[in-house]
């Protein structure tokens, strides 16, 4: 743990630095070398693929203190920043940090969906047929009836919410459209009221019918078996059943996302049992997001192999009332009632029921990650009025965005692992386990931790990487800019270098050295052509033998420089006030520090390929067509 909280700090430390230099006015480079930025070398071409090194800084073991996507995030914001409004701008452009974010994180759990069916179904039915699973593939149902009580399977017990109100048509299939698919939780609540729901899957077979006894509150499952021939194999019923069901789209995970970012809702926010068992869930996905140990045998650690949890810890997630590692201001914040800014120094605002009524509204004309911006402005501004406009508009905004984003993740979790996801699998456990009483969904839960680990981090870590392809070229962009500078900055000092040389050239024409003006030219074609060029780049090699007549740096002639430009440009360096000026140590140590990075870094490498052949005294030199190539840091 120690490891990875310097690794981060080193990460984090870094990019604040690399955010210093980019932030710097374009004012502290002289116009002589800006007209050359234009042929500045291919920024892919010196920083390549070299960028994803960073990534590997941050994979390494994390605790349950905070979950994976949500240290990745923190580094996302710092490096991208964040959108600079006044208090009275209401919205953020499209091409702000944070919204550039959301659009990466919603683009990423789109991908995200195309495998969720495929990953979920086939972890669910290697725990039933692999291994230790509870029948074989050639299995067949033992029984045509099976009863069985929504807490039996009802992970969220979403089914004590009506479908008809405001956060019922959040956490169910939307009525419409109609998909040709089956909307088993809203026609599990539509049993509610006496009349059966049969599920007949997408090639003509009923699977099952489910009528509601309400008497002994549970379903009586009949059917199992198919009809007159009294056969049906479990492996077949399994694939009727996935293949058939309604599925999740990315339109359901934005409600469900905007669900836990704002809260809300007739029924949601009172419903008591629905609330423990979301707290319940949400502190399992916490933990099991929040898994990040070291591969074994392997030094490399990446996004693919990173999670190897050990059965006996993944398990103990599973103890729902466990809260190590939770935030339990989070949960009494949704008990209370409130939303809770935690960016905006923990201010708190009363839920208003109207704002996710409102999303759900827009939803119905306008495409949901458009009305999710409508929404979250107006909560924000909701937020700022009751704080009296003590506190940014902006920053409540940027506070509810994070939330959103962090939430997508755990809202597909969560509408993956709702009830019709675990019907066919307790309906099986309940059979061939020959279970006759209750059992309660939580507890099994606990013998598919497996399937559920498996099917969590497979989405989990799917949704990390496609976000990660998209967040890495604004990583590149903001590494780029960065590298921008330091060529332009290394430009800059063979400018002044060779300007330097150049006069020295001048003097020596002007003592009427023979063949000056073919020197001469040579340096003017070695600055156009060399400026244009990608670093690094030749120098002549006489301009090397004449720059042994330079002086050469100095610390101290560096320090008195800055000293009197600092003077002239109005900065005291004297005492003031009576006191003593520390101006001059924090030059002498920015020179010092400066020196000793050329020093320890700064190289030179030469070659050439024929000796250079010096004349007669007084006499010219002479110069054959070897180059001397000069790579450096420094010179």
Not at 310 to 338: N, S
Not at 420 to 428: A, D, G, I, N, S
């Amino acid at each position: 743990m120690a490891n990875l909280k310097k690794t981060k700090r080193k990460l984090q430390s870094k990019i604040e630095a690399i955010k210093k230099i980019n932030d710097k006015p374009e004012e502290i480079f002289d116009d002589v070398s800006d007209k050359y930025l234009s042929n500045v070398p291919d920024i892919n071409s010196i920083v390549g693929k070299k960028v994803d090194s960073i990534n590997k800084k941050i994979n390494q073991k994390i605790q349950n203190s905070k979950d994976i996507f949500s240290d990745m995030l923190d580094i996302t914001n710092q490096f991208m920043g964040s959108e600079k409004n006044s208090k009275n701008n209401i919205k953020q452009s499209n091409n702000s940090p944070k919204q550039k974010i959301k659009k990466h994180a919603i683009t990423a759990m789109e991908t995200t969906l195309n495998s969720a069916k495929e990953i979920a179904v086939k972890n669910i039915s290697e725990s039933l047929f692999m291994g230790e699973g509870i029948c074989g593939t050639e299995s067949v149902f033992s029984g045509d009836t099976i009863t069985l009580r929504p807490n039996e399977f009802d992970l969220l017990d979403s089914l004590t919410i009506d479908p008809d109100s405001s956060c019922g048509k959040i956490i169910y299939e939307p009525k419409s459209p109609d998909i040709n698919k089956q909307k088993v939780n809203r026609n599990l609540y539509d049993a509610f009221g006496g009349t059966p729901y049969t599920f007949t899957s997408n090639n003509g077979k009923d699977l099952f019918t489910a009528t509601w006894d309400s008497g002994n509150q549970r379903y009586n499952i009949t059917g199992l078996t198919q009809g007159a021939s009294g056969v049906t194999k479990v492996q077949e019923f399994i694939s009727d059943y996935y293949s058939s069901m309604e599925f999740p789209d990315i339109n359901h995970i934005i409600k469900t996302a905007m669900l836990l970012t704002i809260q809300g809702g007739s029924q949601c926010g009172d419903s008591k049992k629905f609330n423990l068992s979301l707290d319940k869930v949400m502190r399992l996905l916490k933990k099991l997001m929040s898994i990040c140990n070291a591969p074994q045998n392997t030094n490399q650690v990446n996004a693919i192999n990173m999670f190897d949890e050990t059965d006996e810890d993944v398990e103990f997630y599973f103890d729902f009332d466990d809260v190590e590692g939770i935030d339990l201001d989070d949960e009494d914040a949704r008990y209370r009632r409130v939303l809770r800014f935690k960016d905006c120094y923990n201010f708190e605002i009363p839920v208003d029921n109207t704002h996710i009524e409102d999303f759900i509204y827009l939803t119905k004309s306008k495409n949901p990650k458009l009305a999710v911006d409508d929404i979250l402005n107006k909560v924000a501004l909701d937020a700022t009025q009751q704080s009296d406009s003590g506190l940014s508009l902006n920053d409540f905004l940027n506070n509810l965005l994070n939330n959103f984003i962090l939430s997508l993740p755990k809202a597909l979790m969560i509408t993956i692992l709702s009830g019709k996801l675990f019907l066919p699998l307790v309906v099986l456990y309940k059979m061939f386990k020959s279970i006759v009483g209750s059992i309660d969904i939580k507890e099994l839960a606990k013998k598919f931790y497996k399937a559920i680990t498996k099917t969590v981090k497979e989405l989990f870590w799917l949704f990390i990487r496609e976000f990660w392809k998209l967040i890495k070229s604004d990583l590149l962009a903001f590494v780029s800019k960065l590298v921008q500078k330091i060529i332009k900055n290394k430009y800059k000092r063979y400018l002044t270098i060779i300007t330097a040389l150049i006069a020295l050239l001048k003097k020596i024409l002007e003592e009427k050295i023979d063949n000056c003006y073919e020197l001469f030219q040579t340096v003017l074609n070695t600055l156009n052509s060399s400026l244009s060029m990608k670093v690094p780049m030749n120098v002549p090699s006489i301009l090397l033998t004449l720059s042994e007549g330079l002086p050469g740096f100095s610390q101290d002639r560096a320090y008195m420089n800055i000293m009197e430009r600092l003077e002239a440009s109005g900065v005291p360096t004297g005492p003031l006030y009576g006191e003593s000026n520390d101006i001059g140590n924090l030059v002498k140590s920015l020179i010092d520090g400066h020196t000793e990075e050329h020093d320890t870094n700064g190289f030179i490498k030469t070659t050439n390929s024929l000796p250079i052949i010096s004349g007669n005294a007084g006499g010219p030199i002479v110069i054959p067509p070897g180059m001397l190539n000069i790579v450096g840091k420094s010179f």
